[in-house]
T-cell receptor, first 116, second 111 residues
């Protein structure tokens, strides 16, 4: 079974530029998550989708971050304009149904962003 | 707001020794996860603990949960180099749907 795919794996940009990350979850997984992992910290949830609807985006900095999940499958996370403090690994995860129902998240390998 | 604290944050161990990583959380929870992360890799689920007193073991790792104390432990027995990684605990607030992670414990096993 293919895992969660993310791209690009690495991205270096200058501050105020924009960047987009793509995630393809495991086939059939209804729930998709984007996490931000800053060096030395645990992952922090940015946004959670159930199919193509947003369940939780309370920690998404909406002035610069946006995310969408078209047709309930792939998702993109965009940052515009980027700040130095956005340097982090952006992890995508998916689960078969709502997280509480299945109890397991599957994580991708992440997209590492460096903002100069 | 749910807070999750792990200690120690960094652990250097000799091969063959035993040690314990601690995970404390601040509010009532009904499930706790332990994950492993190798450098540049994704998080790998190790254990899911669902009830007070739950204990799970896999190889040299054993996890336990005390919901009354809001504490989970990850015990490492006779450490080997292959266990070197970062270990995270993550907690779901009771009746909630958000997974909150601790800061992680970097484990280095020296031969």
């Amino acid at each position: 079974e293919a895992g969660v795919a993310q791209s690009p794996r690495y991205k270096i940009i200058e501050k105020r530029q924009s960047v987009a990350f793509w995630c393809n979850p495991i086939s059939g997984h209804a729930t998709l998550y984007w996490y931000q992992q800053i060096l030395g910290q645990g992952p922090k949830l940015l946004i959670q989708f159930q199919n193509n609807g947003v369940v939780d985006d309370s920690q998404l900095p909406k002035d610069r971050f946006s995310a969408e999940r078209l047709k309930g499958v792939d998702s993109t996370l965009k940052i515009q304009p980027a700040k130095l403090e956005d340097s982090a690994v952006y992890l995508c995860a998916s689960s078969l149904m709502a997280f509480r129902d299945t109890g397991e998240l599957f994580f991708g390998e992440g997209s590492r962003l460096t903002v100069l | 707001e749910l807070k999750v604290e792990q200690n120690p944050l960094f652990l250097s161990m000799q091969e063959g020794k035993n040690y314990t990583i601690y995970c404390n959380y601040s509010t009532t929870s009904d499930r706790l996860y332990w994950y492993r992360q190798d450098p540049g890799k994704s998080l790998e689920s190790l254990f899911v603990l669902l009830s007070n007193g739950a204990v799970k073991q896999e190889g040299r790792l054993m996890a336990s949960l005390d919901t009354k104390a809001r504490l989970s432990t990850l015990h490492i027995t006779a450490a080997v180099h292959d266990l070197s990684a970062t270990y995270f605990c993550a907690v779901v607030e009771e009746y909630g749907n958000k997974l909150v992670f601790g800061a992680g414990t970097i484990l280095r096993v020296k031969s």
